[in-house]
Each structure stands twice: as structure tokens, then as C-alpha cells.
């Protein structure tokens, strides 16, 4: 059932409607991080949309970054527009017709889930395509079909949304990735050190896990090795995982020093490496637009870079673009991603 269109919808000043559902998702029912299968889902509906009228609309769906939510999507900004004020103005200014804006919500205790299937976070992947997408085709008039569904994200985010295209492909026809997760060799490598450190420090994951509860002010450290710890929950979880903290590390805990065995794990879902042998769900796209500032911290330009270069030498057209900017406060692209990806979608 539809909720009435929110607060936070005339806070927004949008002229079209925004409504925030509950969608309760079985892929994530009983996660080991006790994290809800419950999710607001907030929606946003164009100016003229009728629920009892005849026409549909592409939809879009949004796939926010690591330590982000739905309601942080949502969320007014004070010099900036927010995702649903941005298609709402360019559908206002006639840049780009109207559409449907989904805001999944892929938050997990340990900071977000990459939008893969996890034994240990929850199956992400499958909340997204089986859960969502249904959801939504059901409750309001989309074009209900893969040619009026695009998807898109920024960094993790953005790669939720590669990884979705190659695991199922054909469900989209158009796909977005800012600045997102490719080449982990540059992205997550680094960090390992840290990580390294702060759980031995800690005395294993438990322990830093318990101590990053208790800072009141999380540090950038203490985040940085949370980061890694996410993604270690989404890649490399135990095999048969009994708790939150039965995570294989990609290095020893004690020595520091890499294990192959589980690196090679995480390099199973690098977008940059793995492209080539899942080209098939890139094939079905309608449009594919990559994009990243040329100063990101984590090197994901040239993880982009890569991506494209073996993508095009494969037969995928890629619109790629690079801006002058880091990795931080870019939602102002979504100018660009918006058109890139309504463009292409079927519309009635």
C-alpha cells in the first residue's frame, strides 16, 4: 500500500511526488549481521503522474555508496541537489522525459553490502533484481520490462551496477557507473595495512568491531578499516559463516602477509578483470556510461579506464567521461548521467 506523498517531498520543493514504501525482501531475511529484511523504499513520480491513467514510465533505480542509505539519498543537501531533485528539475526543464526514480537501500552494519550475494551479509544481489524490481513493477505504472529499466551508482554504487549487469543479464538496458569499485589492485589494496594493524591492535575483528562502536566521532582510520572489513563481509565471508565476525581476511592477521588463495576471491568480482568472461550481460545493454574524476583518492579513474579500454576492444559501446574532481560531492553529475541513461530507455 502507497504511503501519502511525504514532509519531505515539499522540503524538497519537487514538483513531481515522492513516497516512501516498505518492501520486505526474503533474500535478506535472517542475515548474520541482524540486519533488517524490512527496507523503505522512497519513489519518486514524475509531475502528471496518474495511478489510475494508462501511461508508463521508464524507471530509474539508484544504488547508493558505502556508508549510505535510502534515506541519505533523500536527504536535502544545503549548496547541492539531492538525486530526486536533480531528475525533478530536468524534468521540469524538458531535458529529459519523464521517469520514475527508485532509491534501494542496501545499508548493512558493517557500512553497505556491494549488492552482492553474501552468506554472511545477506543476498543483496538477489534483494535488488528478485525482490525490488517486482516490487515496484507491481505498485506503480513503469514500463515493466528490461528496455524501461536502467540502473545506476556511484561508487559503490556504481559497482553494485556493474555487478549486477554481468550477473544478470538482460534485467537492465541502460547502466551508470560513477567513480565506481574497479581495479582493486589500486581501490582496496592499500588499505590492507591498515586493516592489518587495527585488528591485531584490537585483537581481532570482535574487538575493532567493539571499539569502532564505542568512538563516539568515527575516526577517517577507523572508517577506512571498516571499509575493509565490508568488503571482506561481501567477498570473502566464511564458507559456512555461524556469526558476524566469521570472515576470511585476503591477508594473515598476524604476519600481514597476502593470502592468494582469498585475494583471488575478491578479484573474482573486479569489474576491470572480469569483464571480458561475462561481456554477455554488457552485450544486452542499451547504453553504458562510465564516468570518474580524474583526482580520485582511490584511483578509481584508472580502474575506469581499464574497465572501458577491454570493454570497447570487446565490441561494447561505452560513453566514458572524466571531470575535474575527486572522489567526494559530485552528485552535479547526475546532469549527465540522467540524459545518458533516459536517452536509451523505451518511453511511451
Known amino acids: 500500500m502507497h504511503t501519502r506523498p511525504t514532509d519531505l517531498q515539499r522540503?524538497?520543493?519537487?514538483?513531481?511526488?515522492?513516497?516512501?514504501?516498505?518492501?520486505?525482501?526474503?533474500?535478506?531475511?535472517?542475515?548474520?549481521?541482524?540486519?533488517?529484511?524490512?527496507r523503505p523504499l522512497p519513489v519518486y513520480l514524475p509531475p502528471g503522474y496518474d495511478a489510475e491513467g494508462s501511461r508508463r514510465y521508464p524507471t530509474l533505480y539508484c544504488l547508493h555508496g558505502f556508508t549510505g542509505s535510502a534515506a541519505s539519498l533523500?536527504?536535502?543537501?544545503?549548496?547541492?541537489?539531492?538525486?530526486?531533485?536533480?531528475?525533478?528539475?530536468?524534468i521540469v526543464e524538458g531535458r529529459v522525459p519523464p521517469a520514475i526514480l527508485v532509491l534501494v537501500d542496501g545499508l548493512t552494519r558493517y557500512g553497505?553490502?556491494?549488492?552482492?550475494?553474501?552468506?554472511?551479509?545477506?543476498n543483496y544481489a538477489d534483494y535488488v533484481v528478485n525482490d525490488v524490481v517486482p516490487y515496484v513493477d507491481a505498485a506503480f505504472r513503469t514500463i515493466a520490462r528490461p528496455q524501461g529499466r536502467g540502473l545506476f551508482g556511484k561508487s559503490s554504487g556504481g559497482f553494485g551496477t556493474l555487478h549486477l549487469v554481468m550477473e544478470y543479464p538482460g534485467r537492465f538496458a541502460a547502466a551508470?557507473?560513477?567513480?565506481?569499485?574497479?581495479?582493486?589492485?589500486?581501490?582496496?589494496?592499500?588499505?590492507?595495512?591498515?586493516?592489518?594493524?587495527?585488528?591485531?591492535?584490537?585483537?581481532?575483528?570482535?574487538?575493532?568491531?567493539?571499539?569502532?562502536?564505542?568512538?563516539?566521532?568515527?575516526?577517517?582510520?577507523?572508517?577506512?578499516?571498516?571499509?575493509?572489513?565490508?568488503?571482506?563481509?561481501a567477498y570473502s565471508p566464511a564458507a559456512a559463516p555461524r556469526d558476524p565476525f566469521d570472515i576470511e581476511f585476503p591477508f594473515d592477521l598476524r604476519t600481514g602477509l597476502l593470502r592468494d588463495d582469498v585475494w583471488a576471491r575478491w578479484l573474482r568480482f573486479d569489474p576491470a578483470l572480469t569483464c571480458v568472461e561475462r561481456i554477455?550481460?554488457?552485450?544486452?545493454?542499451?547504453?553504458?556510461?562510465?564516468?570518474?574524476?580524474?583526482?580520485?583518492?582511490?584511483?578509481?579513474?584508472?580502474?575506469?579506464?581499464?574497465?572501458?579500454?577491454?570493454?570497447?576492444?570487446?565490441?561494447?559501446?561505452?560513453?566514458?567521461?572524466?571531470?575535474?574532481?575527486?572522489?567526494?560531492?559530485?552528485?552535479?553529475?547526475?546532469?549527465?548521467?540522467?540524459?545518458?541513461?533516459?536517452?536509451?530507455?523505451?518511453?511511451?
Open 11 to 38: 522540503l524538497l520543493a519537487l514538483s513531481g511526488t515522492l513516497i516512501v514504501e516498505e518492501i520486505e525482501s526474503e533474500a535478506l531475511r535472517g542475515n548474520l549481521l541482524g540486519d533488517p529484511h524490512r
Open 74 to 90: 533523500a536527504a536535502a543537501r544545503v549548496w547541492s541537489l539531492n538525486p530526486i531533485q536533480w531528475l525533478d528539475r530536468l
Open 112 to 122: 553497505g553490502s556491494q549488492y552482492v550475494n553474501s552468506a554472511l551479509s545477506g
Open 176 to 233: 551508470a557507473s560513477q567513480s565506481g569499485d574497479a581495479y582493486f589492485q589500486y581501490c582496496y589494496l592499500p588499505d590492507f595495512v591498515k586493516a592489518q594493524r587495527a585488528l591485531e591492535r584490537h585483537g581481532g575483528l570482535a574487538g575493532f568491531v567493539a571499539a569502532f562502536d564505542a568512538e563516539k566521532k568515527k575516526s577517517n582510520g577507523s572508517v577506512e578499516v571498516m571499509n575493509i572489513v565490508a568488503m571482506a563481509a
Open 280 to 348: 554477455e550481460g554488457f552485450r544486452a545493454l542499451r547504453a553504458l556510461y562510465v564516468e570518474c574524476g580524474r583526482r580520485d583518492q582511490y584511483a578509481l579513474d584508472l580502474g575506469a579506464r581499464i574497465l572501458v579500454e577491454r570493454l570497447r576492444a570487446h565490441g561494447v559501446e561505452v560513453q566514458h567521461e572524466e571531470f575535474d574532481d575527486d572522489h567526494m560531492s559530485v552528485l552535479y553529475r547526475h546532469e549527465q548521467v540522467y540524459p545518458a541513461l533516459l536517452e536509451r530507455l523505451e518511453r511511451e
